[in-house]
């Protein structure tokens, strides 16, 4: 098993900047993308962007240009660069890692982030 802890998320104004951290632990062997996913109320969990290991970022349409997604292998940790946040970002956002490419076999518990007009 695989065990994802966020942290980072809060409230910033419309045009500001946020960093999410995703440490994982466990059987870390086992993980090869990692990315963020997000869900604001009333909508579905959609793709913020994913890394995988050794490869090049993916991103939403939505974020591409602002968003920015790194792994430290060695620290066994995803960041997600947020910059020029619009209130349309505001969600809970996802840590995620995946056996595969994409990822979508483990979850955090999920942050926070609020962008204020």
């Known amino acids: 098993q695989v065990q994802l802890v966020e942290s980072g998320g809060g409230l910033v104004q419309a045009g500001g900047s946020l960093r999410l951290s995703c440490a994982a632990s466990g059987s870390i062997f086992s993980i090869n993308g990692m990315g963020w996913f997000r869900q604001a109320p009333g909508k579905q969990r959609e793709l913020v962007g994913y890394m995988p290991r050794g490869g090049s970022s993916v991103y939403a349409d939505s974020v591409k240009g602002r968003f920015t997604i790194s792994r430290d292998n060695a620290k066994n940790t995803v960041y997600l660069q947020m910059n020029s946040l619009k209130p349309e970002d505001t969600a809970v956002y996802y840590c995620?890692?995946?056996?595969?490419?994409?990822?979508?076999?483990?979850w955090g518990q999920g942050t926070q982030v609020t962008v204020s007009s």
């Open positions: 995620s890692a995946g056996r595969n490419w994409y990822p979508n076999d483990y």
